[in-house]
Nanobody, 124 residues
Framework: QVQLVESGGGLVQPGGSRRLSCAASGSIFSINAMGWYRQAPGKQRALVATITRGGSTNYAESVEGRFTISRDNAKNTVYLQMNNMRPEDTAVYYC??????????????????WGQGTQVTVSS
């Protein structure tokens, strides 16, 4: 199994910044893409940003130019730097990762894991 643990959520004033972190642990053979999603009250979970192992990134249009996703492959950790935050960025932010996990007998199998979520509130 592969576990993801997010940190860094909290209250931010409009125009402020916040950095989220997500560390993967467990029986990791390799991690391919990692990403951040968010779910606002009454809305479906939506993509924020993703990053491949090689560093290629993809952003939702609503955060392009304000948020930056990055990762440290040696630490199996992904980050989300959020700048110029707006009240509409308020949501529970979830980390996601996919790759290969070590199964019994040294075999590997695919995995997709989600973190437990961290609340980010943008308000004055």
């Amino acid at each position: 199994q592969v576990q993801l643990v997010e940190s860094g959520g909290g209250l931010v004033q409009p125009g402020g910044s916040r950095r989220l972190s997500c560390a993967a642990s467990g029986s990791i053979f390799s991690i391919n893409a990692m990403g951040w999603y968010r779910q606002a009250p009454g809305k479906q979970r939506a993509l924020v940003a993703t990053i491949t192992r090689g560093g290629s990134t993809n952003y939702a249009e609503s955060v392009e130019g304000r948020f930056t996703i990055s990762r440290d492959n040696a630490k199996n950790t992904v980050y989300l730097q959020m700048n110029n935050m707006r009240p509409e960025d308020t949501a529970v932010y979830y980390c996601n990762a996919d790759g290969l996990t070590i199964a019994t007998g040294q075999n590997v199998r695919p995995f997709i894991s989600w973190g437990q979520g961290t609340q980010v509130t943008v308000s004055s």
